[in-house]
Antibody
Framework: EVQLVESGGHLVQPGGSLRLSCAASGFTFSDHYMDWVRQAPGKGLEWVGRIRDKAKGSTTQYAASVEGRFTISRDDSRNSVYLQMNSLNTEDTAVYYC???????????????WGQGALVAVSS | DIQLTQSPSFLSASVGDRVTITCRASQGISRRLAWYQQKPGKAPDLLIYAASTLQGGVPSRFSGGGSGTEFTLTISSLQPEDFATYYCQQFGGYPLTFGGGTRVEIQ
C-alpha cells in the first residue's frame, strides 16, 4: 500500500525556519518526482515546488512566492522528501501536502497519492 | 506565469444535475491539465490528468475535455459525494499553477 506521511508541522515565529518531512512507503520512491502543495486557511491550493528523481539530477522547481526561501531535497536511502522553509512569514501559514509524481507521455503529473498534510503556523 | 481562470467560482446544484466547470488558460498548454477534487479538511484527490484521462478509481460520471486554452470538467449526474471544491492545474510550464477553485454546493 502506497503511503505518504508528513511530519514536522509546528508553530514558528516570523523570520524562523522549519523543515517538513514526507516519508514514503509502498512504492519505489527513487523512481518518482515529488511535489509539495500548500493551502492557507480558507484559501485555494498553491503549488510550492517539485523535485525530480535522481535520473533527472534531483533538480528542483519552485513557485515564485517561495523561491530563495524554501528548499526541497530528497534522501532516496530513507524514502523521504523534505521541505526546508526559511525566513517564514505569516503568509506561509498553511497546511502543506506532499504528493507523488507520475509520468503520462512526456509530462509528470502528480497527486495519485497525497500525504495527510502538515500544519505550519507562523505567528508571534 | 500561466494564469488559470475557473468559472463559475460557486455553483449550486441538485443531485442528478449535469454540471460543467470551465478552466481557461492565459496561454496555450496543449492538453497539459489536471483536475482535482477537495473536500473540507482532506487532501485533494486527482480526478483527471492530460485533460481527459480519468484517474483510476474515479467514477465514469466525471469527464474532462478541451485543449489549448479552454478546458472543461463535467459531472454527468451529480451525486451527494460530489459536493466539494474542484481545482484545475496546468502542467504546461513552470511554475505550475492552479485555478481559483469551484465550490459545488447542494441546492
Amino acid at each position: 500500500e502506497v503511503q505518504l506521511v508528513e511530519s514536522g508541522g509546528h508553530l514558528v515565529q516570523p523570520g524562523g525556519s522549519l523543515r517538513l518531512s514526507c516519508a514514503a512507503s509502498g512504492f519505489t520512491f527513487s523512481d518518482h518526482y515529488m511535489d509539495w502543495v500548500r493551502q492557507a486557511p480558507g484559501k485555494g491550493l498553491e503549488w510550492v515546488g517539485r523535485i525530480r528523481d535522481k535520473a533527472k539530477g534531483s533538480t528542483t522547481q519552485y513557485a515564485a512566492s517561495v523561491e530563495g526561501r524554501f528548499t526541497i531535497s530528497r534522501d532516496d536511502s530513507r524514502n523521504s522528501v523534505y521541505l526546508q522553509m526559511n525566513s517564514l512569514n505569516t503568509e506561509d501559514t498553511a497546511v502543506y501536502y506532499c504528493a507523488r509524481g507520475f509520468w503520462s507521455g512526456d509530462i509528470v503529473y502528480y497527486g495519485d497519492y497525497w500525504g495527510q498534510g502538515a500544519l505550519v503556523a507562523v505567528s508571534s | 506565469d500561466i494564469q488559470l481562470t475557473q468559472s463559475p467560482s460557486f455553483l449550486s446544484a441538485s443531485v442528478g444535475d449535469r454540471v460543467t466547470i470551465t478552466c481557461r488558460a492565459s496561454q496555450g498548454i496543449s492538453r497539459r491539465l489536471a483536475w482535482y477534487q477537495q473536500k473540507p479538511g482532506k487532501a485533494p484527490d486527482l480526478l483527471i490528468y492530460a485533460a481527459s484521462t480519468l484517474q483510476g478509481g474515479v467514477p465514469s460520471r466525471f469527464s474532462g475535455g478541451g485543449s489549448g486554452t479552454e478546458f472543461t470538467l463535467t459531472i454527468s449526474s451529480l451525486q451527494p459525494e460530489d459536493f466539494a471544491t474542484y481545482y484545475c492545474q496546468q502542467f504546461g510550464g513552470y511554475p505550475l499553477t492552479f485555478g481559483g477553485g469551484t465550490r459545488v454546493e447542494i441546492q
